[in-house]
């Protein structure tokens, strides 16, 4: 069975001599960046969902149109991610990672200034590039910058701190720029902040040697173009509001079938290729495979959960779009304390315990919150079991990515990061494709007046994601298997 080392024991010095003392303002710094960095790509989506109505009532999108304001960007940003990933490793990880906040600053600047749909969305689909070549370099420029144990369980805290109540930031954020500037501020606002990253990036990050190798184009276009089937094909698959199902549709059975013949056509590629955009290796041991498996699973609760708490509050509750970022503040809080817990035990106790932990916290509070009403008070039904939720959420981020990528050699890490990336963005297309078939038929079937109905389907689908955690438990339970100390994983 895998073990998995996930951090140095306890008593390993780390501020034991002068020269690694001096080196920590540094890594304060790159630690600033690059969780600056990965904010700013994750709270794009929610940030962006407040101001839709605004974007829909100025470039005249229609209803089905809209949507895509989201999902131009989700389709680039989970196509794109193993191939930013490979990037990263042969190009240089800071250097891409600069690259990637060039592009996504430009193409917000370029999109903030937008008159015509088509404009927009092909703003959009540039940030998602800019997105995916971002996200796996930061993650891997933590593991490459922070020593193994206390700094790097630190950092990683940090980091994935950012990566879940980047949501709940951008609530808030996108209501008050949208009600007090104008919509296209939720686009211009990431101007500044990638451009300060980007211009201290290379002063606070270490430089890495290209590495040898070459880009697997065949693998990049078959991995590229299923995975983004995959994620399109999920997104138009998902039952509407009106309760038709579109999961036999033409369009949906063709998408989904092309995304997965694509996925397997790329599977034999990477078997045979000699510079395999993925390679075969990172997926023999059972501790990572497990911590992908679990991170797509919390993806569904991120992008599927959430999506209908959102809408639960402002349908539901009637909450402007100000109020309902405020009342998730306190989730990000414990998110933020979870995280904290995490960092801080995860040297003592190893990663194992924090998983199940967390899974089972999330769980908990998903089925908490299925027993909501429409009669229920913020305090009781709201705030409680969400704050258990975003406890949990903090235990598990930690944990995750170092378990991920322990033990994979210097040259693979931003590919193993960008699958784990890809594991929640694709986990989150599921999720909500899902869930949403489920709130929303739910809901159709439902007795009793309009807003009863949605209770009913909303609270379904959050029974449902408490059961997708659940099954995150069993898969840590039976996969990963950790120790604080000793040798790389056992293959």
């Not at 008593?11 to 630690?31: N, W």
């Not at 797509?296 to 999506?307: D, I, K, N, R």
């Not at 389907?457 to 100390?485: E, M, W």
């Amino acid at each position: 069975m895998s073990e998995t080392r996930t951090a140095a024991p306890p008593s390993a010095p780390y501020a034991g001599d002068a020269a690694k003392a001096a080196v920590r303002p540094r890594q304060g710094l790159a630690l600033l960046v690059i969780a600056t960095a990965q904010l700013m790509v994750v709270l794009d989506a929610t940030i962006t969902n407040v101001a839709l109505p605004r974007i829909q009532d100025a470039l005249h999108f229609s209803g089905a149109n809209l949507s895509w304001v989201v999902n131009a960007y989700a389709l680039a940003f989970g196509g794109l991610l193993l191939l930013g990933g490979r990037a990263g490793d042969l190009l240089g990880r800071r250097r891409m990672f600069v690259v990637g906040l060039l592009v996504f600053s430009a193409a917000s600047l370029v999109g903030g200034f937008a008159t015509t749909q088509a404009w927009l969305l092909a703003a959009r689909a540039v940030q998602g590039a800019g997105g995916a070549i971002v996200a796996p370099a930061a993650l891997s420029l933590i593991v490459t910058t922070f020593p193994e144990g206390r700094p790097r369980a630190r950092a990683m805290g940090v980091y994935s701190a950012m990566s879940v109540a980047g949501g709940a930031i951008g609530l808030v954020a996108g209501g008050l720029l949208v009600d007090y500037a104008s919509w296209r501020w939720v686009l211009f606002v990431n101007v500044p902040v990638g451009l300060a990253a980007a211009l201290l990036a290379p002063l606070v990050l270490a430089g890495a040697p290209r590495l040898a190798g070459r880009l697997d184009i065949p693998g990049a276009l078959t991995g590229t173009a299923g995975v983004a089937a995959l994620v399109y094909g999920l997104s138009a698959a998902a039952t509407g509001p009106d309760g038709a199902s579109h999961w036999g549709d033409a369009k949906v059975v063709v998408t989904l079938t092309a995304g997965m013949v694509l996925l397997a056509a790329f599977g034999l590629i990477e078997a045979r290729s000699r510079h395999a955009l993925l390679p075969g290796r990172l997926l023999r041991d059972r501790g990572r495979l497990g911590a992908n498996l679990v991170m797509a699973g919390l993806g569904t609760v991120l992008f599927g959960a959430f999506f209908f708490l959102i809408l639960f509050v402002q349908e539901i509750w009637g909450y402007s779009a100000i109020r309902a970022g405020v009342a998730f503040l306190p989730l990000t809080v414990a998110v933020l304390a979870g995280s904290a817990v995490a960092s801080a035990l995860l040297p003592r106790v190893g990663a194992r315990p924090l998983l199940l932990v967390g899974c089972a916290a999330c769980a908990g509070g998903l089925y908490w919150l299925s027993l909501l009403t429409e009669h229920a008070g913020y305090v009781g039904g709201l705030l409680a079991p969400t704050l258990v939720t975003g406890a949990g959420l903090g235990l598990l981020f930690v944990p995750l990515p170092l378990v991920a990528l322990a033990g994979v050699a210097e040259s693979d890490s931003g590919v193993a990061s960008s699958l784990l990336n890809a594991g929640r963005q694709v986990g989150g297309a599921v999720g909500l494709a899902v869930l949403s078939t489920v709130a929303w038929t739910g809901a159709a079937h439902a007795h009793g007046a309009y807003r009863h109905a949605l209770v009913v389907g909303f609270d379904r689908a959050f029974a449902v994601a408490a059961g997708i955690s659940v099954a995150t438990f069993f898969v840590t339970l039976a996969l990963i298997r950790v120790r604080r100390t000793g040798a790389q994983p056992a293959r």
